[in-house]
């Protein structure tokens, strides 16, 4: 990940200082001026203040195939994580730049795998296990670990579809090694009928297989988590429940399992707004997932009881990095043909072996 040089923060730091709606019309007025040359996409966990130049809104996987298949334009801003704006450098043509607006931008669970952690593991595995053992990443991980998982002919997976590829995949091999959510991989695991007894945990910092009964093993999920999914717990719904007897509650599968059990639904970001919009008038429902989302929802849903189940939760701290003065900087910078543009590009091998997984799924879709 690019980090941003002295002249580039000194420069950056004069825009905190500008008046927010100059920062607006700049912003519009390039955007009008740049027109379909450029493209700008925001994740649906951005705050309002960049969701409001959004030409297109989704979770990570969504943005990167609307990204691809936008041919005109020449400059993709890519409002989420690094991870993000990788996986959209992958799918879009080599003379597309996807540009994050902040290099610092990533993601806190993404960063818990890294390429020799996950070469340790599956070392470790192969030995134990032999040839009958796949990969599988979840799509929130670097193009480094998604290249691995290609080369180890094995497959992404996102919070959407995870059931029907874990299922493909357990057909394909006896055993699979899914990273780097655990929470994700559990609850899907649980679902599909996989007894407890049948999931092991691998621990990367201690390079150790936590298992009562290794041979028994059906799924090793990596000791990672989403930060933001970490802060939902049972206490928190049943507090709800006792307040409003009526309630509904819809968790995102990040949750812990506990989380997921005793709540009413459990879905992707793309599920849960699917959920509230369907549901009948009047409906009081407690969302867990980031809250930048969920008050989005409440404005855009007042006929309905739009809660967030944990209202002291912190939003996703590092998407959050990607603020007005960030994007105006950006703006001005493609303006100005500036050499400070943060622009993503993931080497081609890297590149070929993701996109090799990432076609795995979409094929599969």
């Known amino acids: 990940m690019n980090l941003p040089n002295i002249t580039e923060k000194l420069k950056l730091a004069q825009y905190y200082d500008e008046d927010p709606k100059e ?4 912003i519009n007025k390039i955007k009008r001026e740049f027109g379909k040359d450029l493209f700008l996409v925001a994740h649906h966990y951005q705050k309002d203040e960049i969701v409001q130049f959004a030409d297109a809104t989704g979770d990570s996987l969504k943005l990167a195939q609307v990204a691809s298949r936008n041919k005109q334009a020449r400059k993709i801003v890519f409002c989420g994580v690094h991870f993000m704006a990788e996986t959209a450098d992958i799918l879009t043509d080599n ?18 795998a890294n390429a020799f952690q996950v ?5 470790y595995l192969t030995q134990k296990y032999g040839t009958d053992i796949m990969p599988v990443t979840y799509v929130n991980s670097s193009a480094a670990i998604k290249s691995f998982v290609g080369k180890k002919n094995g497959i992404v ?9 874990v299922a493909w995949a357990l057909k394909k091999k006896k055993r699979l090694f899914f990273l780097p959510d655990q929470h994700l991989g559990r609850n899907t695991a649980l679902k599909l009928g996989i007894a407890k007894s ?11 297989l936590l ?17 933001v999914h970490q802060q939902f717990n049972v206490a928190q719904i049943k507090k709800l429940r006792l307040a409003y007897p009526d309630i509904k509650v819809i968790v995102h599968p990040e949750c812990k399992n506990d989380v997921v059990n005793a709540a009413d639904e459990v879905g992707s970001t793309a599920a849960i707004i699917k959920y509230i919009q369907q549901a009948p008038l009047g409906t009081r429902i407690a969302v867990g997932t980031d809250n930048n989302l969920v008050k989005r929802l409440q404005k855009e849903y007042t006929n309905k009881k739009v809660m967030l189940l944990n209202p002291i939760a912190c939003s996703c701290v590092l998407m959050n990095r990607i603020d007005l003065p960030h994007l105006a900087f950006t703006m001005d910078s493609l303006v100005n043909n500036s050499a400070d543009l ?24």
């Open 23 to 26: 920062q607006v019309k700049r």
């Open 95 to 112: 003379d597309q730049d996807v540009i994050l607006p902040d290099p610092t931008a990533g993601c806190s669970m993404a960063d818990m």
């Open 119 to 123: 070469t340790t593991a599956w070392n």
């Open 157 to 165: 997976v996102t919070s959407g579809n995870a059931l029907k590829v």
């Open 198 to 208: 049948e999931l092991g945990v691998w621990n990367p910092l201690t390079d150790t």
């Open 211 to 227: 298992a009562d009964d290794p041979q028994a093993l059906k799924i090793i999920l990596w000791n990672g988590y989403c930060s």
């Open 342 to 365: 943060n622009v993503i590009k993931v080497n081609d091998e890297t590149a070929f072996w993701a996109k090799k997984a990432l076609d795995t799924m979409l094929n599969l879709s």
